[in-house]
């Protein structure tokens, strides 16, 4: 399958501050990223949907002002945790899928960012 | 809206055979997929059936039906390794969204 990167894996920051997670696909396009975040013993919760060059989608219940999505390349996201405090400390994991290549239903998944704000 | 419904716990022993099954309300169904995740780690992808039927790969199995909004996996055979969460997802919004279930937390015991 197609390969996804996600860095970092593990992150500590204090609060108040910001943090920035980078999701890349490797080999092919991803015009659609998603961004999950998972709290211990819960399945994934979706944040928001970007697309390409286009301002993302968020679900309802997420602070588009704190979670700042960014889907400025094809093969390129970013999450940044504005402000972070303790509360946010969660498992972040994006998804890609190539919306136009012939593995268009399959979602590739990153390793995951473990965040703890202290 | 959508919802998707899965057990949350099941215990089996290695070598045997365990069933996890999902039901499913969905307005536009376009596919459902298993994944499994390990504590810790990103999921990975098991399975996806769009169409009505049993799709066997290797130990693990998948069927749906989507008259009953009902899909299982099954896994055979089982191994240490194989205890970990199973997640349910479904496409929402077409194929906008992939939406997960809560997830069950499979212990296999020698």
């Known amino acids: 399958g197609a390969v996804v990167s996600q860095h970092p894996s593990r992150v500590i920051c204090k609060s108040g501050t910001s943090v920035k997670i980078e999701c890349r696909s490797l080999?092919?396009?991803?015009?659609?990223m998603f961004w999950y975040r998972q709290f211990p013993k819960q399945s994934l919760m979706l944040m928001a949907t970007?697309?390409?060059?286009?301002?993302?989608?968020?679900e309802q219940g997420v602070e588009k002002d704190k979670f700042l999505i960014n889907h400025a390349s094809l093969t390129l996201s970013t999450l940044t945790v504005t402000s972070a405090h303790p509360e946010d400390s969660s498992f972040y994991i994006c998804?890609?899928?190539?919306?136009?290549?012939?593995?268009?239903?399959?979602?590739?998944f990153g390793q995951g960012t473990r965040l703890t704000v202290v | 809206g959508q919802n998707i419904d899965q057990p949350t716990e099941m215990t089996a022993t290695e070598g045997a055979i365990v069933q996890i099954n999902c039901t499913y309300q969905?307005?536009?169904?376009?596919?459902l997929f298993w994944y499994q995740q390990h504590a810790g780690e990103a999921p990975t992808f098991l399975s996806y059936?769009?169409?009505?039927g049993l799709e066997e790969k290797g130990r693990f199995s998948s069927f749906l039906s989507r008259s009953k909004g009902y899909s299982y996996l099954l896994l055979k055979e089982l191994q240490m390794k194989d205890s970990a969460s199973y997640l349910c997802?479904?496409?929402?919004?077409?194929?906008?969204?992939?939406?997960f279930g809560a997830g069950t937390r499979l212990a296999v015991h020698p």
């Open positions: 080999d092919f396009q991803a015009t659609t």
């Open positions: 970007s697309n390409e060059g286009s301002k993302a989608t968020y």
């Open positions: 997802a479904v496409f929402s919004g077409g194929y906008n969204k992939l939406i």
């Open positions: 059936n769009v169409l009505d």
């Open positions: 969905t307005s536009g169904f376009n596919g």
């Open positions: 998804s890609a899928r190539d919306l136009q290549g012939a593995m268009n239903t399959e979602a590739f």
